[in-house]
Structure formats: C-alpha cells, structure tokens
C-alpha cells in the first residue's frame, strides 16, 4: 500500500485507484462482466473505473472489495481514502465552461506528474508563455469566442504556472523548434517580451530548455508536438500527450510510450543544449 502515501491529483487517484481494482480483479478471476453485475452496473462501467474515466461511488468501491476478498477493516480503510481524494474537485472544475473534457483529463495529470517534457513545433508551451503571448494563441484558436471567455482561458494558463513554483515542482524538460519562437504571434512587442520570459525562466534549476534549429532538417518528432509525463506512483505508467484540434490521444501502452521516448531523447540530443539556449534566444530577439 505504499504507493497510496505519494500523494497526486484526483485525475492520478482515480487512475491508481482503478489501477489497483484491476489486479484485485485479476487475482481473484474474476470477470469484468460479473464485478459489473455486482455494482448493478455492467462490464463497461468495470472498464472505465478501472481506466480512472470516470469518478468512483463509495458504495461501487465497498462492494467490489469486498467481492475481491478484501474485507479486513485496516485495509479496506486507505483504499476508501483514496476513493474520497480521487473525486475531490481540481481546481479547473471552476473553468469548465470553457475546457473541453479531454483538457481537463491532462490538468489533472500535469497536476499530479514529477517529470514532463514536452516538444512543441508551433507554439510557446503553456506552461512558459506570458499572459499577451497566451490572449494572441488564444484569439487564434477561438476566433467566434466573447472576449470574456477568452480571459477565463488564459486565467487557466496563468493558473496551470504556478505548479512550477510549487515546493513540490515537476522537473520540466522543453524542446521548441525555432519555427515558434520566430512566428510573430501578437506582434514584435509581445514576441519580445515572451522570448525575454524564456531566458528568465530559462535559469530556473527545475526548467531545461533546448531549441532545436532549422539548420538540423528532419529530426525524430516529425510528426508534430508530444509531451511525456512521469509520475511518483510506481503503479502508474509514463502517458503520451498528443493534442489535436478537436481532441487529445492518451497513450500508456510500453511499446507506444517507449517509441515516443525514443523520439524525445533523440531530439534532446540533436537539439541546441541548454547552455547555449539562451545565446540562441537573444539572438532571435535581436533580429525582431
């Protein structure tokens, strides 16, 4: 039970927590089909609460315990803890009338994780862009948007920040192409000052930050931006993050996050190295 006193978000608790009914599952075996006739509820439902899709009753938790043996009041107790902390609120439930479901899974996930690199083609990541750069990103995704939907968006942005000055920050591990910190999004003014964000943010002990070059050519992650979250729970795997315009993919699969890890670590070779990212920032700035 040692991977329960970690700590994480609800979007990790419900994800271990599913994790951990699974294997209670599995080592009885038992179906999904009759856990599900034991929860009055059907083989479906077994397999969203043990992916963590979907929050958990505790009377469904109570029950299935007790079907899978576990019926010993001192270890029923931290697994009902769990079950409490996986449905608490995030933060973000107050903004979900302006994030899609799918984004509100990867909050809870960037909340939770101790590593996260990120590749990003196109834009400043979230997590390092400044509130004038983020309302240009912002205006272009959600051009029919009210202006006053657009503020609480990048109200999220600004929120999602303040993880990295937590005591307990993630290790953030960046690679941009240069083709984003040359896109002039809301004019030289605002590119300016993001790019001069950067180099700031650059020198913080948690943040490696690497930019990989137009003068490379083709490199591992041809096929657009990715980040790859770690997190403390030994019963959680590594999750791919893909984002598309309509959705997001979700991957957790060894074979799938091992692939992309491969295209990570080969871009943080090919790319500009931390040291000498700074350099390369002021020199884009100069030619603004």
């Known amino acids: 039970m040692t991977a329960l006193e970690s700590g994480g978000g609800p979007t990790v608790r419900r994800i271990l927590l599913g994790s951990l009914l699974r294997r209670l599952?599995?080592?009885?075996?038992?179906?999904?089909?009759?856990?599900?006739?034991?929860?009055?509820?059907?083989?479906?439902?077994?397999?969203?609460?043990?992916?963590?899709?979907?929050?958990?009753?505790?009377?469904?938790?109570?029950?299935?315990?007790?079907?899978?043996?576990?019926?010993?009041?001192?270890?029923?107790?931290?697994?009902?803890?769990?079950?409490?902390?996986?449905?608490?609120?995030?933060?973000?439930?107050?903004?979900?009338?302006?994030?899609?479901?799918?984004?509100?899974?990867?909050?809870?996930?960037?909340?939770?994780?101790?590593?996260?690199?990120?590749?990003?083609?196109?834009?400043?990541?979230?997590?390092?862009?400044?509130?004038?750069?983020?309302?240009?990103?912002?205006k272009l995704g959600n051009s029919g948007a009210r202006p006053k939907d657009i503020e609480r968006r990048i109200s999220v942005r600004m929120n999602r920040q303040k993880l990295l000055a937590r005591p307990s920050h993630p290790r953030l591990w960046v690679v941009i192409d240069e083709a984003a910190l040359?896109?002039?999004?809301?004019?030289?003014?605002?590119?300016?000052?993001?790019?001069?964000?950067?180099?700031?943010?650059?020198?913080?002990?948690?943040?490696?930050?690497?930019?990989?070059?137009?003068?490379?050519?083709?490199?591992?992650?041809?096929?657009?931006?990715?980040?790859?979250l770690r997190f403390p729970e030994a019963d959680l795997p590594d999750i791919v993050y893909i984002e598309q315009l309509a959705g997001a993919v979700y991957l957790d699969k060894r074979e799938d996050v091992d692939r992309y890890m491969e295209a990570m670590d080969r871009l943080c070779v090919d790319s500009v190295p931390p040291a000498a990212s700074i350099e390369a920032l002021n020199k884009i700035i100069n030619e603004l």
């Open 25 to 138: 599952r599995e080592e009885k075996g038992i179906s999904r089909e009759d856990a599900g006739y034991s929860i009055r509820g059907s083989e479906s439902k077994i397999s969203r609460l043990e992916l963590g899709r979907v929050s958990f009753k505790e009377r469904d938790v109570a029950d299935l315990l007790t079907l899978y043996g576990v019926t010993d009041d001192a270890e029923r107790a931290p697994l009902m803890e769990l079950v409490r902390e996986a449905n608490t609120p995030g933060w973000w439930q107050n903004f979900t009338d302006v994030l899609p479901s799918w984004f509100q899974s990867y909050l809870g996930l960037e909340e939770a994780a101790t590593l996260i690199r990120t590749y990003e083609v196109q834009f400043i990541p979230g997590l390092l862009q400044t509130e004038d750069y983020a309302r240009a990103v912002m």
């Open 182 to 228: 040359r896109r002039p999004l809301g004019g030289p003014a605002v590119m300016r000052a993001q790019l001069e964000h950067l180099i700031k943010l650059a020198s913080q002990p948690n943040l490696s930050l690497q930019i990989m070059p137009f003068r490379f050519g083709g490199h591992a992650a041809e096929g657009g931006a990715f980040s790859i």
